[in-house]
């Protein structure tokens, strides 16, 4: 089974930040693999643009090792190189001064049939400088797009303000902020999944799902990003998008239909019904932790060279949702790094059968799980109970129905495109489903925010935890006291 790849409209596309880590490790390599899948046009253009002095072949040399770190394209490939390079320019502007942004206009022209967008790969402090400058100077059309990248602020209040400075300037149904979990090619399956299969929804609320665990662990540590981490904290930097984003496409309503709006209003229901989490009780519904040192491997603190960090670098939740659907139905969060191994997953515990007609002989059995992986593989597994093979007499156990997508796409060596691939793309066409509203960002904000206030008073701070372990004690007893266990963070 081969994907159809329909190509986009003509496009410029202006990143702003073209010379730094994102768009060396993601968006240009992204641009490429859509340029060799031939879903970007050939007369489409990239303009990157920073502070630094390049010319056009000097961003092309960038590129093209970009390409050639992340890519590793193979010998057939480097011609397509050239090509694609070809498509990229570079103006040089600086987003707080009127340096550069007459000869970006020039450059870009007129035409009002190419479809204009502008990717701020920038720090959160040049959104408001840049979009000045792009109305100032008559580069702003009515259709341009605006896409930015996380943090959207730092608490309800800096992102009601940046998202009051975005607004000024472009239309919400211009702005894309870019939730990368979001383009995960699971995380859509799961939208199909669904809504898209008559089986699940009749069994999907809490008449029939015990708990939700949803796991996003890490086996790297912050590394050299500790300078921006430290200020941030996987509340911040993961739970308030990527995992909350998850939760809501688990727990939403089906929408009437799966377009933008009507996708995004749904998530937003979800949000606005999290139960606050009691700030009087908080150790037993949300743990924080923080990586030790380990042999030679450096702690947290050591990476983010803070000797006395309270910045956590683990989260483990229980979430409850005051709405029919899920009243008494728990979702438990978790999200580190140093942990274990690499691995991401939704899993979905039905409740276990009312009344076993097995003698006690047959064996215990394991309980229905659906599981769907979005890392390191993509899949999907549903656990069932069945017969033990053999004519042993009636023994259970637990199998799982395994849908590996490498293996129904009939290739084992299939590359799953990048999130980044499909939500650029999204951007071209004008497709706004899985980009945030700014409703939905604050929304979790407003959630998140007392947690924060109260972790921020608290004079014990985050526990410490192992590296390569399953994070700090308390994460376990957050479910043993509801009398449930984590599953292993383990590939
Ligand atoms: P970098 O620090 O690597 O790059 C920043 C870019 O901004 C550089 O190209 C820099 O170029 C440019 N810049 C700095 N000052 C100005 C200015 N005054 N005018 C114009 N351009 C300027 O950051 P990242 O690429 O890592 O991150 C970019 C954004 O994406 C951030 O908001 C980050 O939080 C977010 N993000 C990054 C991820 C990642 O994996 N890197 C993941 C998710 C989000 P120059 O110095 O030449 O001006
Ligand atoms: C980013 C976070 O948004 O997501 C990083 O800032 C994190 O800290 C990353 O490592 C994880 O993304 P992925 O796609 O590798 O799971």
Redesign the pocket.
């Known amino acids: 089974m081969v994907a159809r790849i329909v190509p986009v409209d003509p496009f410029d596309l202006v990143v702003f930040g073209g010379t730094g880590d994102l768009s060396k490790r993601k968006l240009i390599p992204a641009l490429f693999h859509r340029r060799a899948a031939g879903q970007m046009p050939a007369d489409a253009r990239i303009f990157g643009s920073a502070r630094t002095q390049l010319d056009d072949d000097a961003f092309r040399d960038l590129a093209r090792e970009a390409i050639a770190t992340y890519v590793k394209p193979g010998p057939d490939e480097r011609d397509l190189v050239d090509d694609f390079l070809k498509q990229l320019h570079y103006v040089p502007v600086d987003a707080k001064s009127d340096a550069g942004w007459a000869e970006l206009r020039e450059r870009l022209g007129d035409d009002p049939n190419r479809v204009r967008a502008f990717y701020l790969s920038v720090s959160p402090s040049f959104f408001q400088p840049i979009c000045e400058q792009l109305d100032k100077h008559g580069l702003r059309t009515e259709t341009s797009r605006l896409v930015v990248e996380?943090p959207i602020g730092h608490d309800l209040a800096s992102a009601t303000s940046l998202n009051r400075e975005l607004s000024s300037v472009f239309s919400e149904r211009n702005v894309y902020r870019i939730d990368?979990?979001l383009g995960?090619e699971t995380v859509q399956n799961l939208m199909a999944l669904r809504f898209a299969n008559a089986l699940f929804e009749p069994l999907w609320n809490a008449r029939h799902i015990d708990h939700v665990q949803i796991t996003?662990a890490?086996s790297t540590g912050v590394g050299g990003?500790g300078g921006y981490?430290d200020h941030a904290g996987a509340m911040r930097?993961?739970v308030q998008?990527?995992l909350l984003q998850l939760l809501c496409l688990t727990a939403m309503e089906p929408p009437s239909q799966f377009e933008p709006d009507a996708v995004r209003d749904e998530k937003l229901k979800v949000l606005r019904a999290l139960t606050p989490i009691d700030t009087a009780t908080i150790g037993d519904a949300a743990v924080r932790g923080q990586y030790a040192a380990r042999g030679d491997e450096p702690s947290y603190r050591d990476e983010a060279e803070n000797p006395s960090s309270a910045t956590e670098t683990f989260v483990a939740l229980k979430v409850e949702i005051a709405n029919w659907r899920w009243t008494g139905t728990p979702f438990y969060l978790r999200t580190g790094k140093k942990l274990r191994s690499r691995m991401?997953e939704i899993a979905v515990r039905f409740r276990d059968v009312p009344h076993s007609i097995f003698a006690e002989r047959a064996g215990t059995f394991a309980g229905n799980e659906l599981v769907m992986r979005l890392?390191p593989d993509e899949a999907i597994t549903l656990q069932m109970t069945i017969k033990d093979p053999g004519p042993g007499g009636m023994r259970l156990t637990g199998v799982p129905l395994d849908m590996s997508f490498a293996q129904s796409l009939g290739s084992t060596d299939y590359r799953m495109p990048d999130?980044y691939e499909r939500l650029v793309m999204d951007v071209i066409r004008g497709d706004q489903t899985l980009f945030m509203r700014g409703d939905e960002v604050e929304a979790a904000w407003a959630w998140i925010d007392p947690i924060m206030a109260v972790w921020a008073s608290e004079p014990s701070g985050p526990r410490a935890y192992d590296p390569g372990s399953s994070g700090p004690e308390d994460a376990l007893m957050l479910l043993h006291r509801d009398g449930r266990r984590w599953r292993e963070i383990a590939i």
Do not use: L
């Open positions: 996380k990368h979990y995960k996003v890490e990003r981490y930097d993961m998008n990527h991401s890392q999130a």
